[in-house]
């Protein structure tokens, strides 16, 4: 894939199955079924490669710090290779600090599991259990081990987290107990709220209203055509990102494409949705999908239906590594949208001032 030239107007339609019907095996991830069922003939990585790669992380794993400190490069391009299935949940946990948190806090999680909660709070996450990767055997029975898990893990969370309970904790928590047990998943799902998107579920959502600009303005430079399109409609980033970004595109791209993103951005951080943000924009309103969208229900629809070969892993993460966007580019637009929200707030709050 990584020789291969891509242009906007090819057909990437073929690059991934369509969804499967539901059925009665699962497959190598757990799902039974649905959009995120993933077709067993897709082409798998050579066992001589993966134990290779293993034996890298153990090594690594042996002086994560110093690693971290003098090799972060070495750990970032691992990352992206893609980390072994048998040490995702490791290396998850090394990369974001929870098994420290963990190995500091022993005790703290099966503690506050145990205490009740408020039960309007527990009321309000039961209530979402089921919604959860419905078509993924551990979430499959009410009151089974993964909903169970699942509710513990949320209900810490409200209980430790300044922003209480947000739906969209939910599918954060079930993606990370499908890699690991309910104690180290609580200090990962910590870690992502508190270190990696702060300030994504509290109420206003300003945070993600400040990333949905940053991204409409990276859109320009990437692909001059969706941002035209978008801009004409007055299509808001918040009507098409929020799920994407607040749930980290779990509920979004083919599970083998969620899987090799969250590796990135446990190492990279935030930018990493901005990348895959702008390779599903680029491709998902590309000119033939546009003739389609005369207006913003249109186009609204079509992004709620990507085609799967551009969230295809393969393509995706390929697309991500061409983009013309350097940290730079990120960090500079960052700026720009924290700044001007400020001289907003501040002549808001002068006309408000003026008015009494």
């Known amino acids: 894939m990584a020789s291969q030239e891509w242009s ?5 339609g073929s690059s991934v199955a369509a969804p499967s019907e539901v059925s009665t095996v699962p497959d190598k991830f757990g799902f039974l079924g649905g959009a995120q069922y993933t077709d067993d003939s897709e082409e798998a990585v050579p066992v001589e490669v993966i134990r290779r790669r293993e034996k890298k992380w153990l090594e690594m794993f042996s ?36 098994n420290k948190q963990l190995e500091r806090n022993p005790g703290v999680f099966h503690q506050l599991a145990e205490t009740p909660a408020d039960p309007r709070l527990e009321d309000d996450i039961r209530k979402d259990l089921h919604r959860q990767f419905p078509l993924h055997e551990m979430f499959l029975q009410k009151g089974g081990h993964g909903q169970e898990d699942l509710f513990r893990v949320l209900k810490v969370h ?28 609580f200090w990962c799902l910590k870690a992502i709220c508190d270190k990696y998107v702060p300030g994504y579920y509290a109420p206003g959502l300003e945070a993600i209203q400040v990333d949905g600009d940053i991204l409409y303005k990276l859109l320009k430079k990437v692909s001059p055509s969706a941002y035209k399109h978008l801009k ?22 083919p599970w083998s494409s969620v899987l090799r993103v969250w590796d990135m951005f446990f190492c990279e951080g935030v930018k990493v949705m901005f990348r895959v943000g ?22 609204l629809q079509a992004l709620r239906n990507i085609e799967h070969g ?24 960052h700026q720009r949208q924290v700044q001007k929200r400020r001289q907003a707030a501040k002549e808001s709050g002068t006309a408000a001032a003026n008015g009494r």
């Open 8 to 12: 906007d107007s090819e057909s990437v």
């Open 63 to 98: 002086r994560w710090d110093s690693y971290m400190l003098k090799r972060y490069k070495k750990v970032r391009d691992r990352c992206r290779k893609g980390i072994p299935s048998a040490l995702r949940a490791r290396a998850w946990q090394h990369l974001c600090g929870a």
């Open 158 to 185: 409200a209980q430790v987290s300044p922003d209480e309970y947000c739906q969209a904790h939910a599918p954060l928590a079930a993606v990370l107990l499908m890699q690991m047990p309910a104690e180290p998943a």
């Open 232 to 253: 004409k409609h007055k299509i808001e980033p918040v009507l098409y990102m929020t799920e994407w970004f607040m749930c980290l595109f779990s509920r979004t791209l």
């Open 278 to 299: 702008l390779v599903v924009l680029k491709y998902g309103l590309r000119s033939q999908v546009l003739k389609r969208c005369p207006g913003m229900y249109e186009t």
């Open 310 to 333: 551009v969230m295809a892993e393969g393509f995706l993460l390929f697309q991500m590594q061409r983009l013309d966007l350097s940290e730079d580019d990120l960090q500079r637009e």
